[in-house]
């Protein structure tokens, strides 16, 4: 009966290394390899457009959401590359900023396509913020003195980025 119990036990053992799933999703052969800045992540749960659209318009200010979605980039701080003007859907646009501002983009991937992984939130951008972005993004002094009001604006605060190859 003892031999029965240690055979019992190796068995099990032996099936149960069988029965484990790999928990990562594999990404699709489009982003399969690339560059990451910031924090690595795997691409599990890539929003589509219309769906990342959809959570932007029904959050309200001050509410986050975690995401991941592919995206193109429109613009990048030229100064050290510490924030992102991203593309979202219907013409709309979301600033990305770093998380604990830990990382840094290289200021020549503008037009090029990243998957973003972190969170996503609504906000009220305050006219002082505005200058200051607008200065960094090497707007004329005209362009700046004409922000006069604060804006609604999507965001998102990037854990990790990842570009394609």
Same mark, same amino acid.
Request: aromatic share 12%; with cysteine; hydrophobic share 40%.
């Given at each position: 009966?003892?031999?029965?119990?240690?055979?019992?036990? $190796?068995?099990?053992?032996?099936?149960?290394? $069988?029965?484990?799933?790999?928990?990562?999703?594999? %990404?699709?052969?489009?982003?399969?390899?690339?560059?990451?800045?910031?924090?690595?992540?795997?691409?599990?749960?890539?929003?589509?457009?219309? &769906?990342?659209?959809?959570?932007?318009?029904?959050?309200?200010?001050?509410?986050?959401?975690?995401?991941?979605?592919?995206?193109?980039?429109?613009?990048?701080?030229?100064?050290?590359?510490?924030?992102?003007?991203?593309?979202? %859907?219907?013409?709309?646009?979301?600033?990305?900023?770093?998380?604990?501002?830990? $990382? $840094?983009? %290289?200021?020549?991937?503008?037009?090029?396509?990243?998957?973003?992984?972190?969170?996503?939130?609504?906000? &009220?951008?305050?006219?002082?913020?505005?200058?200051?972005?607008?200065?960094?993004?090497?707007?004329?002094?005209?362009?700046?003195?004409?922000?006069?009001?604060?804006?609604?604006?999507?965001?998102?605060?990037?854990?990790?980025?990842?570009?394609?190859?």
């Amino acid at each position: 009966m003892k031999g029965f119990n240690i055979l019992l036990v $190796f068995l099990f053992g032996f099936f149960s290394c $069988f029965a484990q799933k790999d928990s990562k999703i594999l %990404p699709s052969k489009d982003v399969n390899s690339g560059t990451n800045y910031g924090d690595e992540f795997v691409l599990d749960a890539v929003d589509l457009e219309k &769906e990342v659209w959809q959570k932007y318009t029904s959050m309200a200010i001050s509410d986050s959401l975690h995401m991941q979605f592919k995206t193109k980039v429109k613009e990048v701080c030229k100064v050290k590359g510490c924030w992102m003007i991203v593309e979202l %859907p219907e013409g709309e646009q979301a600033m990305v900023r770093f998380k604990n501002y830990g $990382f $840094f983009m %290289p200021s020549d991937i503008s037009e090029k396509e990243v998957v973003l992984n972190g969170l996503a939130f609504v906000e &009220e951008m305050s006219v002082e913020d505005q200058k200051h972005y607008a200065k960094d993004a090497g707007k004329s002094a005209d362009e700046i003195a004409k922000i006069l009001t604060p804006k609604r604006t999507f965001s998102f605060e990037a854990s990790g980025v990842l570009v394609p190859n």
